[in-house]
């Protein structure tokens, strides 16, 4: 095995959610959950750039479709007031622009 310049981190990425699964059996839905959701939390991703942003926003989605039940409703209502600011936000633009150039 090749030396890296950083010997605590693992080539493949899987060894620490791997140290952390010691003792449990691999084939049980319970751990495999586990493991993906250790997998999630060890992402790292530029959360200032368009891309990280629109992953973020779609890691929020998955979390609230994997809740379900009220969960679910209350994402709903949060996309839906988030929404309706930026529709009376946009509106209040437009009208300003309007009546700008109108005068």
Do not use: C
Not at 67 to 84: D, E, F, P, R, S
């Amino acid at each position: 095995m090749a030396a890296t310049a950083y010997p605590d981190e693992p080539e493949n990425g899987s060894q620490p959610i791997d140290d952390e699964l010691i003792g449990l059996d691999p084939d049980d839905p319970e751990t495999r959950a586990f493991a993906r959701h250790l997998e999630r939390q060890q992402q790292v991703r530029p959360s200032y750039t368009v891309e990280g942003y629109l992953s973020d926003v779609g890691d929020f989605a998955d979390s609230a479709n994997r809740l379900g039940g009220h969960y679910k409703l209350m994402a709903a209502i949060l996309v839906l007031l988030i929404l309706l600011g930026v529709t009376i936000t946009a509106w209040d633009a437009l009208v300003f622009v309007v009546n700008t150039f109108t005068r």
